[in-house]
C-alpha cells in the first residue's frame, strides 16, 4: 500500500521560509514523478512543482525564483523549499506521486495534505 507523509508545514510571516518534504512508501518509484499542489480556500487545486526521476523540473509560475523542488531518489523522498513566502501562498500543499515525468494530477498517489499559512 502505497503511503506519502508529508511534514513541514506551519505559520510564518511574509517573507520568510518552510521547506517541505514528502517522504513515499509502498513500492517502486522508478519513472514517477513527484510533486506538490496546493489548494486555497475557495479555489482549485493547481501544480505549484514537480520533479521526474530524472531530475527534470517544473514550476508554477507565481513560485519561480522562490520555490525550489528536489527530490532524494534513494529515500522515494521529494522537499519544496519556499523562500520569501507571500499571504497568497496560504493553502494546503499536498504532495503527489504520479507515473510518468510531471505530476499533473490525473491519477496520483496524494499525501494528506500539510497546512502552510503565511501572515502579512
Known amino acids: 500500500q502505497v503511503q506519502l507523509v508529508e511534514s513541514g508545514g506551519g505559520l510564518v510571516q511574509a517573507g520568510g521560509s518552510l521547506r517541505l518534504s514528502c517522504a513515499a512508501s509502498?513500492?517502486?518509484?522508478?519513472?514517477?514523478?513527484m510533486g506538490w499542489f496546493r489548494q486555497a480556500p475557495g479555489k482549485e487545486r493547481e501544480v505549484v512543482a514537480s520533479?521526474?526521476?530524472?531530475?527534470?523540473?517544473y514550476y508554477l509560475d507565481s513560485v519561480k525564483g522562490r520555490f525550489t523542488i528536489s527530490r532524494e531518489n534513494a529515500k522515494n523522498t521529494v522537499y519544496l523549499q519556499m523562500n520569501s513566502l507571500k499571504p497568497e501562498d496560504t493553502a494546503v500543499y499536498y504532495c503527489?506521486?504520479?507515473?510518468?515525468?510531471?505530476?499533473?494530477?490525473?491519477?496520483?498517489?496524494w499525501g494528506q495534505g500539510t497546512q502552510v499559512t503565511v501572515s502579512s
Open positions: 520533479i521526474s526521476s530524472g531530475g527534470s523540473t
Open positions: 509502498g513500492r517502486t518509484f522508478r519513472n514517477y514523478a
Open positions: 503527489a506521486v504520479e507515473y510518468g515525468d510531471k505530476v499533473l494530477g490525473a491519477n496520483p498517489y
